[in-house]
Nanobody, 114 residues
Framework: QVNLVESGGGLVQAGGSLRLSCAASGFTVSTYRMSWYRQAPGKERELVAFITSVGDSTNYAESVKGRFTISRDNAKNTVHLEMNSLKPEDTAVYYC???????WGQGTQVTVSS
């Protein structure tokens, strides 16, 4: 059974940092592309970052480049999203997604106050 559980969200002031985690079960994160998406109120879900299964290449939305870092911990079968220099416009529900059958996590709320 595939399961993705996000954690690490919360309320932070602008300029602060958070580290999101996505714990996976039912498949191996190292063998599939893993992505983080976000959805702000009234907006469509957007891709934030992904990490590939081959070569661990990463890609980021322009709005988060230089501030966010996606990484993978194969030993813990977990994917992380390190978020620094947070801005109020980063406020959203953040979702983890795998290319393995396109499973999604339930999301974790990130709120950045000005």
């Amino acid at each position: 059974q595939v399961n993705l559980v996000e954690s690490g969200g919360g309320l932070v002031q602008a300029g602060g940092s958070l580290r999101l985690s996505c714990a996976a079960s039912g498949f191996t994160v190292s063998t599939y592309r893993m992505s983080w998406y976000r959805q702000a109120p009234g907006k469509e879900r957007e891709l934030v970052a992904f990490i590939t299964s081959v070569g661990d290449s990463t890609n980021y939305a322009e709005s988060v480049k230089g501030r966010f870092t996606i990484s993978r911990d194969n030993a813990k079968n977990t994917v992380h999203l390190e978020m620094n220099s947070l801005k109020p416009e980063d406020t959203a529900v953040y979702y983890c997604k795998t290319n393995y059958r396109n499973y999604w996590g339930q999301g974790t709320q990130v709120t950045v106050s000005s």
